[in-house]
Structure formats: structure tokens, C-alpha cells
């Protein structure tokens, strides 16, 4: 059987049982195209940039499911902490943490403590709490704050907006590292209202996918990684036109489709994804999510 469609790695899968795969199939997998490449590139640069009072910034942008997440903690996993070699301590070239849901000073704070496996004490003040912070991160030699779905601290009054601004501001400076925000274009229009801010967080945006050449190879990559025993000619023009209308463009919308037609296609014995495997398979698009939703 010729399992040239797959890369050697996902080929020596098709030994597994069927149950096996598709365990296989649900685990993450990272796909990298050029422009998550040229974000990754841009990022690494960040992390190297010479300490100054007033660090570049970056704000990663696009619709929710579109990889932001995925492509952050790729990085992370790039720079994951370590210890010193005279084991006085811990180093945090990268501190990546996930955004209280408001707007709130304090919960930020514990979050950074949280991830850092430091008490929060109740008996703090919010002052006494940023100092804290401040001091661990100086301690750590933090080299960059990484904070996913950054829309939901600049969500609410436009007040409550311009004081975590504020607080985003003082972290930069006090600390000299570079922050990432990661979010939608809510983040983006939150930051636009600070012209300082506005000018050192340089947006990089994950558009949707269009149907071209790039999308073409990344179905090619897809379909490399999903170990069925048949070719299913994803790239293929018609395929591709069904995929992208069925998603919406997004890649996580893409990555569910494309996991449960390639079960559909393992428990039915067909071992391909074809228009019957995206047509019947357990995949809701997000159009038909919201009506099932609004008939509740």
C-alpha cells in the first residue's frame, strides 16, 4: 500500500488500530504556513530586542478559531522557563498567560502570581500587589508578557479601557520586556484610542483564508497529517471550494472538519475524505451552530 500522500511520520500511524488513529487524530497537531511563520520570525525578534524604556510591542489579531492561540503556545514551547546553572533560581524568557474576563488590575496581577506559582494574598493592596509582580518578574529575567484573549481586559466602560491600558503601559516600562496581546479586533480598536500604545503595538493580523494557492498547500498539509490509507485530494479545486464554504475560512473551523471526516472516512472503511465524509460526518458549521443555538 502506498501511503505517499502521508509524511513518513504519519504514515508508520496507519499501523495503528482504528480506535488508535483516530485517538491520534483528536490530539493537537501544529501546521505551520508562511504567514504564522513570518508572526513566528517577528516574535523572535521581539524577544531579542535590547532592552529600552519604551519596548516595541506586537497585537496578533483575527476572528476567534482562526490559530491565534496554537501559534503562541508554539512559541511558548519554544521558550519554555529553565533553571540556572548555578541553580539560584528559575529563568522566564517567556511568561505567555490567558486574560482575566474584565478589566480588573488585581486579577491580573494574580494571574502573572498564579502562573508563576506564587501565593495571591487577599490582604494586599492592588499597589502592594504590582510591586510584588514587578519585583518576581525582574527576579525571573522575564523577556517577554504574552496574553491571549486580551480583548476581554479592554472589554467595558471606556474608562475601565484606558486604566488597563495604563497598567499595560507600566509593566512595559518598568520592566523593559515586550508585551503581546493576542485577540480580536476589539483588542485592536481598544488600543487605537491610545496613541502611544497605538504606536508600539504593531498589529499582525491572521486574515481569513481565500481560495488560492497558499490554501491549496495548506490542505495539501492537512491532508499529509491525517493517517487514512487513501489519498483524498483535498488541494483539489472542487474539494477546496467545498472546505472553505463549509468553515469560513478559519483554520480551527478547517482543523474540526477535516478531524471528523477523516473518522467518518476510518469507521466507514473508506479511508478518504470525499464529499460524502464532509457531507455526513459529526461537523457543525458555525452558521449552523448559531441557528441550533437561537432555537433553544
Given amino acids: 500500500m502506498s501511503a ?40 523572535e525578534d521581539l524577544l531579542e530586542h535590547p532592552k529600552q524604556p519604551r519596548m516595541p510591542n506586537m497585537l496578533i489579531v483575527g ?13 511558548h514551547q519554544r521558550h519554555l522557563a529553565y533553571e540556572r546553572e548555578d541553580k539560584s533560581g528559575v529563568v522566564v524568557p517567556v511568561l505567555s498567560i490567558q486574560a482575566p474576563p474584565g478589566p480588573d488590575e488585581r486579577g491580573l496581577y494574580n494571574t502573572i502570581l498564579s502562573r508563576l506559582f506564587e501565593r495571591s494574598r487577599s490582604s494586599e493592596s492592588t499597589d502592594q500587589k504590582r510591586d510584588r509582580v514587578v519585583a518576581i518578574l525582574k527576579r525571573v529575567d522575564l523577556g517577554m508578557i504574552v496574553i491571549d484573549e486580551i480583548h476581554h481586559l479592554l472589554a467595558g466602560p471606556t474608562l475601565k479601557q484606558r486604566n488597563f491600558l495604563n497598567v499595560l503601559k507600566y509593566l512595559g516600562n ?15 480598536r481598544a488600543v487605537q484610542t491610545d496613541p502611544q500604545l497605538a504606536n508600539r503595538f504593531q498589529p499582525e493580523v491572521l486574515p481569513h483564508w481565500e481560495l488560492n494557492a497558499d490554501f491549496a498547500r495548506l490542505l495539501a498539509s492537512f491532508e499529509s497529517l491525517l493517517p487514512l490509507k487513501q489519498p483524498s485530494g483535498l488541494a483539489d479545486q472542487g474539494m477546496a471550494s467545498r472546505i472553505l464554504a463549509m468553515t469560513g475560512g478559519t483554520i480551527g473551523e478547517m482543523s474540526m472538519l477535516l478531524n471528523e471526516a477523516a473518522i467518518y472516512a476510518i469507521r466507514k472503511k473508506t479511508e478518504m475524505i470525499d464529499a460524502d465524509a464532509l457531507a455526513k460526518c459529526d461537523y457543525s458549521s458555525p452558521s449552523e451552530r448559531k441557528s441550533k443555538a437561537a432555537r433553544l
Avoid at 32 to 39: A, D, E, H, K, T
Avoid at 64 to 70: F, P, V
Avoid at 174 to 188: K, M, N, Q, S
Fill in 4 to 43: 505517499s500522500h502521508l509524511t513518513a511520520k504519519t504514515a508508520e500511524k496507519l499501523a495503528l488500530s482504528d480506535a488508535e488513529r483516530i485517538e491520534y487524530i483528536r490530539k493537537p497537531r501544529w501546521i505551520g504556513y508562511p504567514r504564522v511563520q513570518s508572526i513566528l520570525d517577528k516574535l
Fill in 63 to 75: 476572528d476567534t478559531n482562526n490559530g491565534k492561540t496554537m501559534l503562541i503556545e508554539h512559541f
Fill in 174 to 188: 518598568e520592566l523593559r520586556v515586550p508585551i503581546v496581546g493576542v485577540g480580536t479586533a476589539d483588542a485592536a
